[in-house]
């Protein structure tokens, strides 16, 4: 199995979530556009940008993300510092407060998975498809 994997680490700031989704799309690029169908491309893209969004905002403000291809998914991984899982909430529809982003990533991917990060934290995990089946 072949994989090709980037890293980025950053702390919060207005740019964060910016800067994450500008490296996987350099990271998606680099595959080169038989590897993953444009559709999945922005798939990786749209939960790049929650689970950064989620750590900053819920696990102390920075945040490490992984990017991996494998033969038939891309994993895109963030490790935070906080050891609280994400959780399922009702939409806040009315104060605008979230709840939507875990339901979506969760939609979204094959699977999901919250581990335990080795130094503490956790790290969050989602499995994307590369190409639609069939």
Same mark, same amino acid.
């Given at each position: 199995?072949?994989?090709? /994997?980037?890293?980025?680490?950053?702390?919060? /700031?207005? /740019?964060?979530?910016?800067?994450?989704?500008? +490296?996987? #799309?350099?990271?998606?690029?680099?595959?080169?556009? #038989? +590897?993953?169908?444009?559709?999945?491309?922005?798939?990786?893209?749209?939960? $790049?940008?929650?689970?950064?969004?989620?750590?900053? #905002?819920?696990?102390? *403000?920075?945040?490490?993300?992984?990017?991996? $291809?494998?033969?038939?998914?891309?994993?895109?991984?963030?490790?935070? /510092?906080?050891?609280?899982?994400?959780?399922?909430?009702?939409?806040?529809? $009315?104060?605008?407060?979230?709840?939507? *982003?875990?339901?979506?990533?969760?939609?979204?991917? #094959?699977?999901?998975?919250?581990?335990?990060?080795?130094?503490?934290?956790?790290? $969050?995990?989602?499995?994307?498809?590369?190409?639609?089946? *069939?």
């Amino acid at each position: 199995m072949t994989t090709m /994997s980037a890293e980025c680490t950053a702390l919060a /700031s207005l /740019s964060a979530v910016a800067e994450a989704r500008q +490296a996987a #799309r350099s990271f998606i690029e680099t595959l080169g556009q #038989r +590897a993953i169908e444009p559709e999945h491309a922005d798939t990786v893209i749209l939960v $790049v940008s929650e689970l950064v969004t989620n750590a900053l #905002r819920h696990g102390g *403000g920075c945040y490490t993300l992984r990017l991996a $291809v494998h033969p038939d998914a891309i994993e895109v991984a963030v490790e935070d /510092s906080s050891p609280l899982s994400p959780r399922m909430r009702i939409p806040d529809l $009315v104060d605008g407060t979230g709840g939507f *982003g875990w339901h979506m990533v969760n939609d979204l991917a #094959r699977a999901t998975v919250v581990t335990p990060a080795p130094e503490g934290g956790k790290i $969050v995990r989602a499995l994307l498809p590369r190409r639609t089946p *069939g």
